[in-house]
């Protein structure tokens, strides 16, 4: 059975940096995409971008490029949203998802229960 | 990038009822690669609809999607109490990936 299972909730100050994760399980992990989708409070779903764990080849939504990065860690089959210096504006919930292996045709599949980042001072 | 308009914002409806959702794109879908996602208060969405018709593993035969191009939609053909939700549609033939804002539907 596929399972991502995501880190707990965070509560931050502005400037900080954050890592949160998204560990798999059930499937062959460097073998298909993992995206990112954030949703603000009360609002919809955002595409963040993918990347593929066996090269660490990361695509970013316009949105989000130079504004996060994606990571792996390959020998514990886990996926990392990091940011270097948070905003309030990045209060969200995030969720990571495993997508197919070919990235021209792949879309969310099974997905983490979500991580929920404040951010406040 | 791709636009994903759907329509109605908010649908009140009764069980039983027959309803559907629509998901218009601002160009042309390449492949129709159009998703569909069911999301619950506090749950994470729940993939229903892939490559704008394909049922997803244990989704219910009352869930169907359809269209091509720039028009697709999604249609419950019999409300049941736990459809009541936010449905989103996605578009993955085009970098980058685009969710619509969302339809919720409600019980009356």
């Known amino acids: 059975e596929v399972q991502l299972v995501q880190s707990g909730a965070e509560v931050k100050k502005p400037g900080e940096s954050l890592k949160i994760s998204c560990k798999a399980s059930?499937?062959?992990?460097?073998?298909?995409?993992i995206g990112w989708v954030r949703q603000m409070p009360g609002k919809g779903l955002e595409y963040m971008g993918i990347i593929y764990p066996d090269d660490s080849d990361a695509r970013y939504s316009p949105s989000f490029q130079g504004q996060v990065t994606f990571s792996v860690d390959k020998s514990i089959s886990t996926a990392y949203l990091q940011w270097s210096s948070l905003k309030a504006s990045d209060t969200a919930i995030y969720y990571c998802?495993?997508?197919?292996?070919?990235?021209?045709?792949?879309?969310?599949?099974?997905w983490g229960q979500g991580t929920l980042v404040t951010v406040s001072s | 990038e791709i636009v994903l308009t759907q329509s109605p914002g908010t649908l009140s409806l009764s069980p039983g009822e027959r309803v559907t959702l629509s998901c218009r794109a601002s160009?042309?879908?390449?492949?129709?690669?159009l998703a569909w996602y069911q999301q619950k208060p506090g749950q994470a969405p729940r993939l229903l609809i892939y490559d704008a018709s394909s049922r997803a593993t244990d989704i219910p035969d009352r869930f169907s999607g359809s269209g091509s191009g720039t028009d697709f939609s999604l249609t419950i053909s019999r409300l049941e109490p736990e459809d009541f939700a936010v449905y989103y549609c996605?578009?993955?033939?085009?970098?980058?990936?685009?969710f619509g804002q969302g339809t919720k539907v409600d019980i009356k």
């Open positions: 998802a495993k997508h197919g292996g070919d990235f021209w045709s792949s879309f969310p599949q099974n």
């Open positions: 059930g499937y062959s992990f460097t073998k298909y995409w």
């Open positions: 160009q042309r879908v390449s492949s129709d690669y």
């Open positions: 996605l578009q993955y033939g085009t970098s980058p990936r685009t």
